[in-house]
């Protein structure tokens, strides 16, 4: 599968955002995806998951009640994976990745089990 970010940018803090994440393949909906924040000089942290489905997702402790993660499995070989932030804080230059891992019943937390990436997109939020 492949993965594309978008929606990125310079950012104003409070304000909403919405990340898209475009999955293609033959099945990827097959697979659980996650969403993923990388600051400058740090290892990669999960932010939020969800499973093939849908019916289960997880959120890290700072997004919860901030950002939801949701997907579109309509059609078969793209999948639409959205990150809609709101209450954006202060940070500068993280990218978020998009990350997929099989089977998709389950979402993983730790970067090192996920088996495909998108490029990421840069997020600055300013204050």
């Known amino acids: 599968v492949q993965l594309a970010e978008s929606g990125g940018g310079l950012l104003q803090a409070g304000g909403p955002r919405r990340l898209s994440c475009s999955a293609y393949?033959?099945?990827?909906?097959?697979?659980?995806i996650g969403w993923f924040r990388q600051a400058p000089g740090e290892e990669r942290h999960l932010v939020a998951g969800?499973?093939?489905?849908?019916?289960?997702?997880?959120?890290?402790d700072p997004v919860k009640g901030r950002f939801t993660i949701s997907r579109d499995n309509a059609k078969n070989t793209v999948n639409a994976l959205y990150l809609q932030m709101s209450r954006l804080k202060p940070e500068g230059g993280v990218v978020y990745y998009c990350?997929?891992?099989?089977?998709?019943?389950?979402?993983?937390?730790?970067?090192?089990?996920?088996?495909?990436w998108g490029r990421g997109t840069k997020v600055t939020v300013s204050s």
């Open positions: 990350g997929a891992v099989s089977p998709g019943s389950l979402v993983r937390s730790s970067s090192a089990e996920y088996e495909y």
């Open positions: 393949g033959r099945t990827p909906s097959s697979y659980a």
């Open positions: 969800i499973s093939w489905s849908g019916n289960s997702t997880f959120y890290a």
